[in-house]
């Protein structure tokens, strides 16, 4: 029963959070398919967790958002040894994805960290600072995929972390006007201190050409990857 639980909750959280995961998911065998949704289960939990959101899950959070992304470590890590006493079904799920197809610990954690990096307000300083922001969210996630693909050698996990940066800085271009919008930023201070204007001057009107020069900018930068 509980098996049958935790194959609906991740078909359900699949379904309602990601169509175009949902959709790549059908080239692959039903048990890889299980295992995708599994995966992405655990991803959208703590997304949502971690910026408070309840997308597809029934849950009220509390506390401080870094607060909330240390529970999510913890829990995550307990479900990586094997341990799924009192956990929720995403992290059960998460738990027997790594354990099942030995992926290692460090990919999970950096996710973590991008999520945490979301929810703190800090400054990417740099294009290094973006970079490393664009692998912890995407480039594991392909690191992992990789792995329950069968996929372990050296240029298969080089090019699935070149091709979630890529598609992550892709995905700050087409969100760039919302996220102006919302007062987030993923742009490096350096190149806004280029043009000598402030990450506050990005939310007013009349600096709305500065978002061309920027999109222009991540573009050449996707493509190198």
Not at 90 to 113: N, S, T
Not at 164 to 172: E, H, P, R, S, V
Request: contains cysteine.
């Amino acid at each position: 029963m509980k098996s049958l639980e935790l194959n609906k909750n991740s078909k359900d959280s699949l379904k309602q959070g990601s169509k175009s995961f949902s959709f790549a998911s059908r080239f692959f065998s039903k048990e890889l398919q299980e295992d995708v949704a599994h995966l992405y289960s655990w991803c959208r939990w703590c997304d949502d967790v971690a910026d408070g959101s309840t997308l597809g899950f029934d849950q009220n959070p509390v506390g401080l958002p870094e607060d909330r992304v240390q529970v999510l470590l913890e829990k995550s890590k307990i479900a990586y040894s094997g341990n799924y006493e009192n956990l929720e079904l995403p992290f059960i799920a998460f738990g027997q994805v790594m354990r099942k197809y030995h992926v290692p610990w460090l990919y999970a954690e950096d996710l973590l960290k991008g999520m945490q990096h979301d929810i703190s307000g800090k400054t990417l300083e740099n294009l290094e600072d973006l970079l490393l922001y664009c692998y912890q969210v995407a480039g594991t996630v392909g690191l992992i995929m990789c792995h329950m693909m069968g996929l372990k050698n050296a240029r298969s996990l080089e090019k699935a972390v070149h091709l979630g940066i890529a598609l992550q800085l892709t995905n700050i271009i087409r969100d760039i006007g919302d996220d102006f919008r919302v007062s987030k930023v993923y742009l490096p201070q350096k190149w806004l201190s280029e043009l000598e204007i402030s990450s506050n001057d990005l939310f007013n009107s009349r600096y709305s050409w500065v978002r061309e020069t920027f999109a222009k900018k991540l573009f050449q930068e996707a493509d190198r990857y």
